[in-house]
């Protein structure tokens, strides 16, 4: 069965840091490109990053380039956001995504972050 | 950040046929695969439609994809009251480098 669990949200200050983590199973990460999707509660989705399968390639949205950055370590079948000077706008219900508009794409369930002084 | 326009709501009894509508412009809809997602409250969103018009293993064919231009469309045909839910495309940016959500539209059943 595959799953993917996200883990790292919380609640941090303005300027802060923090790193997901997704760990995957029931599939072999390195075959897949994964990507990061936000929502916050009640609003629309925006995509905030890809990686590529073997990590060669990244690409992040305009919103969040030069403070996020997605990785991935195919041998712990985990997928990383780090998430760096952290803004209000920045809170959200982030979602960790296998094959992400592909046909054997899969979404984890969300981890919630809080930015907040 | 939503660069994909949507109507922000879609009515229909059951049985009737809804069709919600996607404008982009040629950095996106115009140059690129549309998709289309469900989001039922309180789940992650669901892959309806692939590639313009194609569906998912397993996704009924009441949900049907089509494009022209700049402008992409979902219909749903039969609507069934588990069709209550928000429903947004997507599509590559060439020009922004990543993807776009359309604003989503709520279909609801009465």
């Known amino acids: 069965e595959v799953q993917l669990v996200e883990s790292g949200g919380g609640l941090v200050q303005p300027g802060g840091s923090l790193r997901l983590s997704c760990a995957a199973s029931?599939?072999?990460?390195?075959?897949?490109?994964m990507h990061w999707v936000r929502q916050v509660p009640g609003k629309g989705l925006v995509w905030v990053a890809r990686?590529?399968?073997?990590?060669?390639?990244?690409d992040h949205a305009d919103s969040v380039r030069g403070r996020f950055t997605i990785s991935r370590d195919n041998a712990k079948n985990t997928l990383y956001l780090q998430m760096n000077s952290l803004r209000a706008d920045d809170a959200a219900l982030y979602y960790c995504?296998?094959?992400?508009?592909?046909?054997?794409?899969?979404w984890g369930q969300g981890i919630l972050v809080t930015v907040s002084s | 950040q939503s660069v994909l326009t949507q109507p922000p709501s879609a009515f229909g009894t059951p049985g009737q046929s809804v069709t919600i509508s996607c404008s982009g412009t040629?950095?996106?809809?115009?140059?690129?695969?549309v998709y289309w997602y469900q989001q039922l409250p309180g789940t992650a969103p669901k892959l309806l439609i692939y590639?313009?018009?194609r569906r998912p293993s397993g996704v009924p064919d009441r949900f049907s994809g089509s494009k022209s231009g700049t402008s992409a469309s979902l219909d749903i045909r039969g609507l069934q009251s588990e069709d209550e839910a928000d429903y947004y495309c997507?599509?590559?940016?060439?020009?922004?480098?990543?993807?776009?959500f359309g604003t989503g539209t709520m279909v609801i059943v009465l």
């Open positions: 995504v296998k094959d992400f508009v592909g046909t054997e794409e899969f």
């Open positions: 997507a599509a590559w940016d060439g020009s922004l480098g990543g993807y776009v």
């Open positions: 990686m590529n399968k073997d990590g060669s390639r990244t």
């Open positions: 029931g599939f072999i990460l390195k075959n897949y490109w």
């Open positions: 590639n313009d018009n």
């Open positions: 040629n950095s996106n809809v115009g140059r690129d695969n």
